[in-house]
């Protein structure tokens, strides 16, 4: 068989449009096309030539055919006047506008790369502007779809995606998660929603041997972090038999229950979440291991624990951003660089410290210098023996930084 066979079709699905369609213009400033020409698929407000055409003659998520001021086509975008970044590319066809076959290509384009490196269909399938579809995310849980829409333009497309959705792959049920703080800054209400088929009461997720199942009313995000999936199989690979294993921030345990069933004699997850650590212990037990769980705080945890005495050969961390916008950036290094210094407080002599990031605003090498601050506070040497990133389902675009946001640093930690 050919690499070619091995590869689901897509060409077929093509988007077949001929004709240019007629869409209100959108005009950039002198020089603000040099981003969109390198790639990347963003335009900010101050960038667009509002005396030739002004933003308030849109409607949040109107079409728009994006020139620059030499009135050059640069591609079909749609148009949000209340936001910061007030157009988002969809198309840079002259003769492919925003519709549903451009969708079902996308969609094909995107499941190609999942069903080449994954075995069984629990992924995340579209993955924003990693996949040529900003503001939409799709997660995959066999033959449910749970999708989460940020933005205005993808909001009124809303119909149009979930035909697509049902003619690529014919699920049983998509369902809409969108409670999300990132339709705020785009004036949506936050709502969850079935597109069709029934809202499940649980997801039920695959990864590699073990199975997970989270309580859908209490899912976080839209239901399973499935951008650490590469991580926890790099986790699996440095962890060793009869270890003591902290997983802070916990959420369903799969980072506990990975090492149990590599070996490790005991896991603690912690997390503020009741629901979260409800969902521990029943995943560990349908995995056949049992965890600890403990409820509160991560920061008030880690200390608690330090007082009793406790010591871990292995301690994760996985904490939500700290880091949402540039203005958090010194308040969110101080978190990262705390939640580090009292995770080693607890480790052994010789131990393994997984430090995870999922800011965008804070770079691997940032995070690297804040363990290594709070390595020098405890007296502990560090060597870094592995680095990891986001799983191949959300893809990094390379002309848009933003999407390549997700860092773990796999730490041995010992005394100095």
């Known amino acids: ?192 929603i079935t597109g069709f088929g029934k809202t499940p009461e649980e997801l039920r997720v695959i990864e590699g041997v073990l199975q997970f199942r989270v309580p859908f009313a209490a899912a976080q995000k839209t239901g399973w972090f499935y951008d650490q999936s590469a991580n926890r199989e790099l986790f699996r690979r440095l962890l060793w038999p009869g270890a003591r294993v902290l997983d802070l921030c916990s959420y369903g345990g799969a980072w506990a229950i990975t090492a149990l069933r590599c070996g490790a004699r005991e896991a603690l997850c912690v997390d503020s979440s009741e629901a979260a650590l409800a969902a521990a212990e029943a995943n560990a037990l349908a995995n056949g291991v049992a965890v600890r769980t403990r409820r509160g705080d991560a920061f008030d945890t880690l200390d608690a624990l330090h007082l009793e005495g406790e010591r871990f050969d292995v301690v994760v961390l996985d904490p939500p951003a700290f880091i949402k916008r540039r203005k958090d950036q010194a308040r969110g290094e101080a978190a990262y660089r705390k939640l580090n210094q009292l995770a080693m407080r607890l480790l052994e002599r010789d131990a393994l410290l997984v430090s995870c990031s999922c800011s965008f605003h804070l770079t691997g090498e940032d995070l690297v210098r804040l363990i290594q601050a709070a390595a020098r506070h405890n007296s502990r040497f560090v060597q870094v023996l592995a680095v990891g990133g986001q799983a191949p389902d959300h893809p990094m675009h390379p002309a848009i930084p933003e999407t390549r946001y997700l860092k773990a640093f796999f730490c041995r930690v010992t005394r100095a």
């Not at 933003?55 to 209340?82: E, K, S």
């Not at 002259?94 to 549903?100: K, L, M, S």
């Open 1 to 192: 068989m050919s690499a070619d066979d091995s590869m689901p079709a897509v060409a077929d699905d093509a988007p077949l449009a001929v004709t240019e369609p007629v869409l209100p213009l959108l005009r950039l400033k002198r020089g603000e096309d040099r981003r969109l020409r390198a790639g990347h698929l963003w335009v900010y407000s101050n960038e667009v030539d509002i005396a030739a055409t002004p933003l308030t003659a849109f409607a949040p998520g109107a079409h728009a055919r994006v020139q620059d001021w030499r009135d050059q086509f640069l591609g079909y975008a749609y148009v949000n006047p209340h936001a910061l970044i007030c157009a988002r590319l969809l198309s840079r066809s002259p003769v492919q506008p925003p519709d549903r076959s451009l969708f079902v290509h996308r969609l094909n384009v995107a499941l190609a790369l999942r069903e080449r490196h994954y075995a069984v269909p629990h992924y995340r399938w579209v993955f924003g502007e990693g996949d040529g579809l900003p503001g939409l995310v799709l997660d995959r849980y066999g033959e449910v779809i749970v999708g989460q829409i940020a933005t205005a333009g993808m909001e009124a497309l809303r119909g149009d995606i979930e035909g697509a959705v049902e003619k690529v792959l014919a699920p049983e049920a998509l369902v809409w998660k969108n409670d999300g703080g990132a339709r705020d800054l785009e004036q949506l209400p936050r709502q969850v």
